[in-house]
Nanobody, 126 residues
Framework: QVQLVESGGGLVQAGGSLRLSCAAS????????MGWFRQAPGKERDFVAT????????YYADSVKGRFTISRDNAKNTVYLQMSSLKPEDTAVYYC???????????????????WGQGTQVTVSS
């Protein structure tokens, strides 16, 4: 059984930065695509970023491109989301997700992901 645990969320002022971490246990993530999604109150869960199993391919939502960076450390079984120049509209619960299909191409679609963390709250004040 895979467990994903996010951390690093919190309250930050607009323009500030946060780094989210997603630590996995139960199985190695080294051959899995990983993604970050977010959900604001009253809205659907939206794609934020994804990274291939190798770390060589990354994709971002247009709304975060140039401000957020996804990365991974397979030796630590951990994925990161570095968020900079944060805006109030980035306020949401952020979820880490894993696609267990080995060596799968990165996907923006939530239904492609098999495992999800419990989420971490990010609040950006104006």
């Amino acid at each position: 059984q895979v467990q994903l645990v996010e951390s690093g969320g919190g309250l930050v002022q607009a323009g500030g930065s946060l780094r989210l971490s997603c630590a996995a246990s139960g199985r190695p993530l080294s051959s899995w695509t990983m993604g970050w999604f977010r959900q604001a109150p009253g809205k659907e869960r939206d794609f934020v970023a994804t990274i291939s199993w190798s770390g060589l391919s990354t994709y971002y939502a247009d709304s975060v491109k140039g401000r957020f960076t996804i990365s991974r450390d397979n030796a630590k079984n951990t994925v990161y989301l570095q968020m900079s120049s944060l805006k109030p509209e980035d306020t949401a619960v952020y979820y880490c997700a894993a696609d267990e299909a080995s060596l799968a191409l990165p996907s923006r679609m939530a239904y492609e992901y098999d495992y999800w963390g419990q989420g971490t709250q990010v609040t950006v004040s104006s």
